[in-house]
């Protein structure tokens, strides 16, 4: 427990005068702050400058002044959302006695950061990607902390440890995407210390390390997808007990298969994809990641799934009931995005289960199915820039990353005929 005190050195000067300070106390470690005021030790007892001192009153009052400046650091500390330490006590108690109130002047952290992202990057994609994972920190606070803000000198190491593990468990992130999220956070740290926001000795990220790693995205095989499209059936024919017709898995089911079908369609396009996204035999829509329009025919294995929902339609805006209940502002794409983004995690899991009941051995998830499918228009015979085109991908290189596995693939089969 934090503790602050005043205390009498037994050390004295040459005068025969002994320094008092405040002791800062908490699970072992002290830290000292020197109030300026000398006494002889005969003159202190139990806390303040006794009696017999001619300038007792004086002093005393000066004394209590600084002590009740420590207690008001200290509980605007616990009130606030890192953990106490000697050292960040002390910092705060110096605040105070100084009259500089660096938190409470200082902008929250998220606040500044979401404002930084849009003068930093020209680029909507990156934008939105910093913008995400400082919305999901943010989110972390509200569910963690009971608040959505923090200043830069509460951010430390043990915070964002307890971020990350909160990302893996009650998220369901993989390592890649929690490290994706700590190295916005760490280049807004950056920027900050180069704005004078936050001094290098409180740089948070300097015991913690981050992989670049890319995660290897491994694609269904044809037997895998017929699994899948043979368990959809019987679902919705009830032969199957998992997953049953009109629960989250078997739309999850049914959403992924939809997202094949429409070349790779990305995930939260079809979270989102509405009544009127379906004209004339096709399916026209604005990708949520780009904001560029798209149009896909409706193929018949398409169909044939969405009609399973023509009862929502004139009475629902989806298509799919993802959204049905959720709180956030549908009527702006960030609103959309932020939903199809927390539906998305419960989706994952429900497809991990499925993908168990039919005895697929990777891992299946929304994303898995943009990699099925650029797979398979590759194996078609497809050119790399009408596959990158379907995907809707900006740049070849990206259609190239989802293809990795497929040409590591024939590799091995033409090094088996070599030798």
Not at 105 to 119: N, T
């Amino acid at each position: 427990m934090a503790t602050v005190s005043l205390d009498c050195r037994s050390r004295t000067d040459q005068d025969g005068l002994a320094s008092v300070r405040l002791r800062i106390e908490h699970e072992g470690n002290q830290k000292f702050i020197s109030t300026g005021v000398k006494v002889k030790p005969s003159k202190w007892r139990d806390g303040k400058v006794t009696r017999s001192h001619r300038e007792a009153d004086h002093i005393n009052s000066r004394l209590r002044e600084v002590e009740s400046a420590a207690q008001d650091a200290l509980t605007k500390l616990r009130a606030s959302a890192v953990p106490i330490t000697a050292a960040r006590l002390k910092s705060r108690v110096q605040d105070e006695l100084t009259g500089d109130d660096a938190p409470a002047k200082q902008p929250d952290f998220i606040a500044w950061s979401l404002e930084r992202v849009q003068k930093v990057y020209d680029n909507q994609g990156t934008r939105r990607n910093h913008s995400s994972s400082l919305r999901k920190f943010e989110r972390f606070l509200g569910e963690t902390r009971g608040r959505a803000d923090i200043g830069f000198r509460e951010l430390d190491a043990s915070l964002l440890e307890e971020m990350m593990a909160w990302e893996s468990t009650e998220l369901g992130n993989a390592d890649s995407t929690v490290h994706k999220t700590m190295r916005t956070l760490r280049r807004m740290c950056n920027l900050a210390i180069r704005d004078g926001l936050m001094q290098q000795a409180d740089y948070p990220f300097q015991h913690i390390t981050l992989s670049r790693s890319r995660t290897q995205k491994q694609p269904l095989t044809d037997a895998e997808m017929e699994a899948l499209e043979e368990r959809r059936k019987a679902m919705d024919q009830g032969l199957v007990s998992y997953p049953r017709r009109e629960t989250t898995a078997a739309h999850a089911l049914r959403s992924w298969l939809v997202q094949m079908y429409l070349l790779g369609m990305r995930w939260g396009d079809v979270c989102s994809l509405e009544w009127d996204n379906l004209r004339d035999g096709r399916v026209q829509y604005q990708m949520l990641k780009t904001g560029t329009a798209k149009s896909v025919k409706l193929v018949p294995k398409a169909r044939s799934i969405l009609e399973v929902y023509a009862g929502r339609q004139g009475e629902k805006r989806f298509v799919f009931p993802f959204l049905d209940y959720r709180t956030e502002d549908l009527d702006t794409d960030e609103g959309i995005r932020q939903a199809t983004q927390r539906v998305n995690a419960s989706v994952n899991q429900k497809l991990r289960k499925i993908a168990g009941k039919v005895g697929i051995t990777s891992t299946l998830t929304t994303h898995i199915a943009r990699h099925t499918a650029a797979n398979r228009m590759a194996s078609a015979g497809w050119e790399l820039r009408k596959i990158s085109a379907a995907l809707g991908h900006q740049s070849v290189s990206t259609t190239e990353q989802y293809l990795r596995s497929l040409k590591d693939d024939e590799l091995d089969e033409d090094h088996a005929e070599l030798f």
